[in-house]
């Protein structure tokens, strides 16, 4: 026994498996750990020519893959790393039921807030944990994935944590050459990523464009820093409000992240974020989880989100043209 948990070898089951369940599925599959992939449309491709990763830190191809079409067919897993985009989450109620049979974790792997709450309705009695890929990755074809930068890791426990698991987790994900971490405030890890995820993300669709472009011009890299802001004094007034700890170093994220995203972003390769990507092949875009419940968050907390709330109405525009309700 180590950290409280016995040291046996995680069986991990990758449920989406795009920009986000491809790299972390292939790198820990190529590192030997026993990794379980539940597939959609590229069930047949995989089964026939593996999984291929093509990453700034070298390329991976695995001909040979445990690849399952249906959840029912895949064995119990230790860990439940859901990769779905959150417009997909509905099919949730069907698929863990099965793969959590045995007392395994769920890892979402996702992007914007509420989503643990959400799920946690459907199973409330779920070991669960969040997690946010800080990461530049993309499919470009049937089980073909393209890592062009980062790759961090931040996973942080919601609900009845499992001593040690994420700590063997992250550890896993360490041999498998991915940087990662335990954050001791979920929450608080979510609202920081929000800081890059709604700028960058709505403007590049709104403007139809990339990061590299909203980067190179002061007036659109002063848009996204009024755009920070406001998401950075909603974090923490939803922060105080839970009793995180407004004036904890831990929590509170102080203004000059803005400017720190805006220094990260300036040096990470052209990349278009992945709500640019859904617009750009017609798919649903993730408003309700990185835009809808942030500003409902932020608005019972006392503090109103009003450029992020403009951004939302236009992006449901934008979305309402190309997809009919």
């Known amino acids: ?89 509905h099919l949730l109620a069907q698929i863990l039921p099965t793969l959590t049979a045995k007392g395994g974790s769920v890892v979402l792997v996702q992007n914007g807030m509420g989503m643990e709450e959400s799920l946690l309705e459907t199973f409330p009695d779920l070991s669960l944990a969040g997690a946010l890929a800080f990461i530049c990755s993309s499919k470009v074809g049937p089980g073909h994935i393209l890592h062009s930068d980062y790759g961090k890791l931040s996973l942080g426990w919601k609900q009845l944590p499992k001593p040690g698991l994420l700590e063997q987790v992250c550890n896993d994900l360490s041999t498998a050459g991915v940087s990662n971490e335990v954050v001791p405030d979920l929450m608080a890890a979510r609202w920081r990523k929000l800081v890059w995820n709604i700028p960058y993300n709505g403007m590049s669709v709104i403007l139809r464009t990339t990061t590299a472009e909203l980067m190179a011009h002061d007036f659109s890299r002063q848009m996204l820093r009024q755009l920070m802001l406001e998401v950075i004094h909603a974090a923490n007034a939803c922060l105080a409000a839970k009793g995180s700890g407004s004036s904890s170093s831990e ?48 608005q019972q907390a006392g503090y109103e989100m009003r450029q992020v709330a403009l951004m939302e109405n236009q992006l449901r525009l934008i979305q309402s043209q190309y997809i009919k309700s």
């Open 1 to 89: 026994m180590r950290n409280g948990l016995n040291m046996k070898q995680l069986k991990y089951a990758i449920v989406g498996v795009g920009g986000l369940g491809g790299y972390y599925g292939i790198k820990l599959a190529a590192a030997g750990k026993d990794v379980h992939f539940l597939l959609n449309s590229d069930y047949e491709w995989v089964n026939q020519n593996g999984l291929r990763l093509d990453s700034i830190d070298g390329n991976l191809h695995l001909p040979t893959v445990q690849s399952y079409k249906q959840a029912g067919e895949m064995p119990a897993c230790d860990v439940i790393m859901v990769c779905l985009k959150t417009t997909s989450n």
């Open 251 to 298: 929590s509170r994220i102080d203004p000059s992240f803005a400017d720190a995203m805006l220094a990260s972003t300036a040096r990470m390769k052209p990349y278009a974020p992945s709500m640019k990507l859904d617009y750009d092949h017609g798919r649903p875009m993730e408003i309700e989880a990185i835009y809808g419940n942030p500003i409902r968050l932020a």
